[in-house]
């Protein structure tokens, strides 16, 4: 396809997805790899400008998604990425006709998040016991991600200058560059006390200059994602619970769904998991229903458990 056509529309797309509006950057490789395909899928079909693009384009490539295997989720995300190309492109005034207008998104099953029970989470935290400076950091590490919520991405890219251990408040940068608030309770606001005083000084090595993270490796450099799911799959072992039930994001779910069953309004559990979307939160509540569903059969003389 020419520069001077869908090409530069995809392009100045996110280009303005990753500057102005800030997604993140797995977001944006997402949606590049989506409308690399509809190009690929336009050019076979002699499509090289907005102007010439119709409706019929795009109900062939959905159906080409398809018959390409892919996901229905993966294939709704082309069409949100599509839809938004052309929006930013100013394709409702370049054509006669809207041509997303009548397709229709697949239909996506609804995932329930995997979650552990309260048991479960206290047994990898006392798990991840000891007075190693890695033993420290990673018993920190697990309470905040259980006690506040955080994404792996946004515990290990904790900064020191982000912790206020006066107030129990992390200042967190999530998705988007959108920043929130999160507090901490006591057991995780002790434990990183335990960390900062004898872990961190420990594992820090000054030879390799000033490192901000509130987190560090054994080499002194800030944790990385596949560190701390490694450190989290042995721990998990350690207590008795497959490794397969445990992550980063289970733990997530875990706070949230334990939140919303001990009584906690579902805004504030919003606010604090940083959804921007009130419906993303209230998957939890069926969780929290299908857990109290369990809950009656395994134990109520009328439960089919009994």
């Known amino acids: 396809m020419a520069e001077s056509g869908f090409d530069a529309a995809v392009d100045a797309f996110l280009t303005h997805a990753a500057i102005e509006r800030g997604l993140a950057p797995r977001t944006i490789e997402a949606y590049g790899r989506d409308l690399a395909r509809l190009a690929g899928y336009l050019a076979e079909a002699g499509v090289t400008r907005l102007r010439e693009l ?9 159906h080409a998604l398809e018959a390409d295997g892919l996901s ?23 054509l006669a006709a809207d ?21 479960e989470s206290a047994a990898l935290i006392e798990a991840a016991g000891g007075d190693t400076p890695l033993d420290l950091r990673d018993r920190a590490m697990l309470e905040l991600l259980y006690g506040s919520g955080l994404r792996v991405s946004e515990l290990i890219s904790l900064v020191l200058g982000a912790v206020d251990r006066r107030a129990g408040l992390l200042r967190v940068m999530g998705k988007g560059s959108r920043e929130r608030v999160v507090p901490m ?3 995780a606001l002790a434990a990183l006390d335990d960390y900062l005083a004898d872990g961190r000084p420990a594992l820090l090595r ?12 054994r080499r002194g450099t800030g944790m990385t994602r596949q560190n701390f799911f490694q450190r989290l799959k042995a721990i998990a072992r350690r207590a008795g619970i497959p490794a397969q039930r445990v992550s980063p994001h289970v733990l997530r779910h ?3 769904t334990d939140l919303l069953e001990g009584g906690a309004d579902l805004r504030a559990v919003q606010s604090m998991l940083g959804h921007s ?4 939160t209230q998957i939890y509540t069926h969780v929290s229903r299908g857990r109290l569903r369990k809950t009656v059969e395994e134990r109520h003389p009328r439960g089919a458990g009994r």
Request: hydrophobic content about 40%.
């Open 99 to 119: 041509p997303t207008r009548g397709l229709v998104a697949p239909r996506l099953e609804r995932r329930l998040p995997r979650v552990l029970r309260p048991d």
């Open 185 to 187: 309770g006591e057991p």
């Open 54 to 62: 119709r409706h019929e384009h795009l109900t062939g490539f959905v």
């Open 206 to 217: 000054p030879a390799r200059g000033v490192v901000d993270c509130v987190f560090l490796s």
């Open 277 to 280: 979307d009130l419906s993303t």
């Open 254 to 256: 875990a706070f949230a």
């Open 72 to 94: 229905a989720r993966s294939r709704a995300r082309a069409l949100v990425a599509t839809r938004r190309m052309l929006r930013h492109a100013g394709a409702g005034e370049a």
